[in-house]
């Protein structure tokens, strides 16, 4: 039996030392007491019947049997405490190095992510390398080759190629037959650092990114000639320099010289020197054009805007990494049924939702176009990274691209009610007649928690007013010189070619060689008398004008401008070539084209370029060449163009036809113009078969 030593600050153990001699006791002194036991380095041994003395000698020798005890207790505790700190410590080090391997987990998917918001600005962003990321410009960036986290952790980003075989299956880049793919990039994100042992710990994580939300601009013919500034029929470009042959359907060649040594040019600079009806044509300004008469006051407006009863014509689409769902609330609104974009609980996520709906534009000139509209931010659970709500006007359909809004709303930190806003100024985003699109949006960066948000719209209205575009004739209406050319000493006709706008319209020919008694057509094996419908194109004309009749030495065309009453069709200039049946043939030595402007539809990357050649009759020293341009648009037409770019920058070239990444100095920009430039030795011509511009709106 042992009792407490009544002290406090000292605490002891008082143990009988001979249960028939009472009155001797050993006190050992512990400094704490745990699981029962009171530790303490102090032992002595007393008589209470004798204070001032120790215990006898048997007294002494009985109570050592105790001490030994005592010994082995503490031997036992001291092994029983070293295996339970060893054991809490192992732990605690445990929880360190997962803490450490969780946010070096999260460091290098937040650099994938980082990764796939670039790739969304630009695909010509992605440069092979290893490179930094961060936002301090308010954006995903890279910068440098690795970037320093929290003192520790070294992340780098490393974009790279891809190559696959013939049968597109990734193989390494160097294994035989293997071709690089440039609509796909490989992406590892790594974060190193120096764990709590001491031990250099890595985390890499690896993504595919391609260019699946890209379209292609295709020519593949350019045998409807000159003459489009901007691309609307896809068999016409905008101009070359009189070298080009672009006859035959689907490749552009350098002309055949033949033996022609004279050229006759109509410029219709001077209204005297031409028959025509001024009422339906007139000539200005250098060219012959049909006569506009004034459009008229059209105006039009988007449907259910009140959102009463459902969502219809209105269809919801997302964007993002989490899924919204979009709704119509039959109550709430303001007042009765809107329309609801819920984002569901996550975090660490981004989540965008629209409702569309598309509206048709007949207006040729837009006059002036307004929206109206309400929200509502009716759940925020907590404090989100952003939640903005957006208005869109587009020219295609799908997730709009932000920074291209209308409207915003500014981020918001907590539910709101129903606000109104009004007169939305949206007539720069519809540039002429067609379908657009009225998106309205939401868009969440959700924080490091579990947060849900829900927004609502309500009386989204879209108004516009314009004037429609001119009507022209539609019969047809003729214009010719008044004096037929005489090319002394032709031994042959051997060029026809116009200078033309036609609009998506046309303009036919007849041909007279004797003082206006037959006028001609070319009806698919001669030159036969023409009635008042029977004509031909120039390049049908110019294909045959060989065979047209040289004994007068004279000729002289009737033109015919053909509109469908919308078309403005401008005719600026004539030529015919004549000479000697030298029975040499020739090519020009070099050649170029323009293209006509091609739109967009918005601020587009520019990624890659290729074509579609053949050179082989005439290498090395036939070759085709191509530059590219791009304009903002300026009111529905080209702004200041950029210079023309190759693969080393302003003022070089492309040169292989194999697919090329394109400068990102041409993007973000919505107009793109390619010039083709041809060479040859005279006795052969390459030819251009196909041009490709891939581009991400």
Known sequence: MSNQFQNPNNPSLILPLDKGRKGRVGLLHFGFKKFGFV?????????????????????????????????????????FATALIGLLMNSYGSNLQAAEKDKANFYAQQGLEAVWSIRRQAWNFLVNGDHGVNTNAGYWQFIGTSDLLDDRYTRVVNVNNICRNASSQIIDCSAPGAIIDLHTKKVSSKVTY????????????????TTWQSKDWIQTDWSGGSGQINWSNPTR????DGNIDYLVNGEVKLKNLGGGCGTKIWPFDVPADYTYDPAKIEVIGGFAQLVAQSGFIVNGQSINAGF???????????????????SWQSSGGNPGGYARIQFP??????????FQQSFTVTAQTINSATLNLDWIVSQYSGAADSLVLYAFVDPAAGAPALGQEVWNSGNQTATTPWTSVANINVASKITGPGTYYLKIAAYVDYPGSNRQY??????VLLTWSGTTSASYPTDRPMIDPVNFYTAAGIERWSSFTETAQ???GEIYYQLNADDGAGWRYWNGSNWVIASVNDYNTAAVINSNLGDFPTTTAKIKFKAFLASDGSQSVRL???????????????????????SSAFNTGSQSSLNLISWDEETANCAPACDIKIQIRTAPNSGGVPGIWTPWFGLAGAGTYFTSPLEQLLSADLNFNQWVQYRAELSGDGNATPALKEIKINYTP
């Open 39 to 79: 530790w303490d380095l102090g032992f002595r041994i007393f008589d209470f019947r004798h204070p001032l003395r120790l215990a006898s000698s048997e007294a002494s020798r009985r109570l050592g049997f105790s001490l030994v005890e005592v010994i082995l207790a503490v031997a036992l505790f001291g092994l």
């Open 194 to 209: 120096s764990a709590v042992t001491g031990v250099n710990n890595e985390i890499e994580l690896i993504s595919y990114l």
């Open 237 to 240: 470009y905008f101009t070359d």
């Open 308 to 326: 009463d009863t459902s969502l219809t014509p209105w269809i919801f689409g997302s964007w993002g990494t989490i899924t919204p769902t979009g």
């Open 345 to 354: 609980t996550s975090k660490n996520r981004i989540s965008g939702g629209y």
């Open 454 to 459: 829900a927004v609502g719209f309500d009386n």
């Open 502 to 504: 036609k609009n998506g």
């Open 572 to 594: 600026d200039q004539v030529n015919v070539g004549w000479g000697q049946q030298t029975g040499v043939s020739g090519y020009a030595i070099s050649g170029w084209l323009e």
